[in-house]
């Protein structure tokens, strides 16, 4: 069974930082590239960043660059999402995938390309 679990939501204040991180299992972890999500209080789900499978490319939405850095770690099967300056407008529900491509583009993304999908964490940050 695919399955891809999240950790590390929280409540901060503007301003802080948090890092997420998300496990997969049921699948080879380094044939796939991972990638983060999130949907805020009446926003579309977007695509907030994305690493190749083998970490050589990363790519970020442009509200986040500079601030988050996604990362993976092969032998634990886990990728992460530092983020720091967090922002009232960050504030949503986080879902983390393992994909099938990691565009530049992040809006290339579409549900065909996901293998795997969290059942997402909250991150606020308050003013």
């Known amino acids: 069974q695919v399955k891809a679990v999240e950790s590390g939501g929280g409540l901060v204040q503007a301003g802080g930082s948090l890092t997420l991180s998300c496990t997969v299992s049921?699948?080879?972890?380094?044939?796939?590239?991972m990638g983060w999500f999130r949907q805020g209080p009446g926003i579309p789900r977007e695509a907030v960043s994305c690493i190749s499978w083998d970490g050589a490319r990363t790519a970020y939405a442009e509200s986040v660059k500079g601030r988050f850095t996604i990362s993976r770690d092969d032998a634990r099967s886990t990728h992460q999402l530092q983020m720091n300056n967090l922002k009232v407008e960050d504030t949503a529900i986080y879902y983390c995938?393992?994909?099938?491509?990691?565009?530049?583009?992040?809006?290339?993304?579409?549900?065909?390309?996901?293998?795997?999908w969290g059942q997402g964490t909250q991150v606020t940050a308050s003013s």
């Open positions: 049921g699948l080879r972890f380094d044939g796939y590239a």
């Open positions: 995938a393992a994909i099938t491509l990691c565009p530049y583009g992040l809006r290339y993304i579409t549900p065909d390309h996901l293998a795997a």
